[in-house]
Structure formats: C-alpha cells, structure tokens
C-alpha cells in the first residue's frame, strides 16, 4: 500500500488522500497509462497520463508549478496535464514509497506562505509583501515574480508564523544561516 495524493487538473476540485496498491491503481487516478516525474528535492514523483498532451487534457496548474518552482529546467519546455498523483520517490526496488507526511501536509494543510526574492547584486532576500494562504497560490506568485521582474535571480516560498514545520527551498539556494527567511 502506497499513501497517495491525487490532485485533479481543475484547481477548484480538491486535493484527495488516497492508496494506491497496484499498476491498475495509478493509471485510474490519471485516467490512462503512467508518466513519472521525479522532484527529488520533496522526495516525491508525480504521475501523470502518459499521452495527456496529445489527448487534449486540461493544464494542471498545481502540479506544473510545484514541478517548475523545484526543477528549473522543466520551465517553459513542458507542462504537466490531467490529473496528477503524488507518491513518494522509489525505492531501491524501484517500487513506489508513500509521499512523505511533511511534503502531503504542506501540500494540503491551510497556511501562511510568503515569496521572496533574491536581486541581483543584493546580499538578503526581499520579501514581497502579499502572503497566501495557500501553497500553490505562492507557487504561481513565486514563478510570476521570477519571469516579470527583471530584477530577480532567484525566488522561494517561506512560511510566515507558526504550524508548518517543512521549509521548502531548492537545492539551488545556498543555505543562509545568517539571514534566515522572515517569519
């Protein structure tokens, strides 16, 4: 048993927890044969329908932007469409592990998360004043920021308050100890 997230290409249909046992399990929850995406950084792969261009199926906004925001080089070559799943990255088996419970509550849970952005030739990061209550909303506002303002090398997503425990960052941020997201 694989725990599991399906998230719907209509981004006003919700997020569902689900298992997935077997082959016949994935392709029902994209509706058709398997894609694998791999996000190293979250530790999960994203399955979606293999011909889903072809077929014509709707964008997935919440997928494609999890996927651009932590794999640069996915930006503007592809999208991904349909239904997605979210599993966990394999195993040395090569067998599907459960998506990891940070990454499943980040997805899912309600929070405060703000962008920021790294300017060039600046030593902090600047903080944009909107917040979001909801993670793939920051996703787009985040991707957004970075393809409009000319100004901006880098950005990322942060928690602002309490309740969320996972920071997300991309490998490509060094790691800045001294100037630590706003909260």
């Known amino acids: 048993m694989v725990r599991a ?25 994209v509706g058709g044969w398997i894609e ?16 889903g261009l072809v077929l014509g199926l709707p964008f997935n906004s919440r997928a494609t932007f999890l996927w651009w925001y932590f794999i ?9 469409v349909g239904p997605a799943l ?3 990255l394999p195993d ?8 990891p419970n940070d990454v499943a509550r980040l997805l899912t849970e309600p929070g405060r ?3 920021e952005a790294k300017v060039k030739g600046e030593k902090d ?7 979001h209550t909801d993670y793939f909303e920051a996703l787009v506002w985040a991707m957004v920021t970075l ?26 941020d060094a790691v800045d100890l001294e100037h630590p997201p706003a909260t």
């Open 5 to 29: 997230l399906r998230l719907p290409a209509d981004q006003d249909e919700p997020i569902t927890a689900l298992e997935v046992h077997q082959l016949e399990d994935y392709q029902a929850a």
């Open 36 to 51: 694998p995406v791999d996000i190293p950084e979250l530790g999960i792969t994203i399955y979606v329908h293999e011909e």
């Open 72 to 80: 640069p080089e996915a930006r503007h070559k592809a999208m991904l």
């Open 86 to 88: 979210i599993v966990g």
């Open 92 to 99: 040395r088996n090569g067998d599907s592990t459960s998506i």
């Open 113 to 115: 998360w703000r962008v």
């Open 125 to 131: 990061w600047m903080q944009i004043p909107a917040t």
């Open 147 to 172: 393809e409009r303002w000319r100004h901006a090398e880098d950005v990322r997503v942060v928690p602002v308050g309490s309740g969320i425990t996972i920071q997300p960052i991309r490998a490509t």
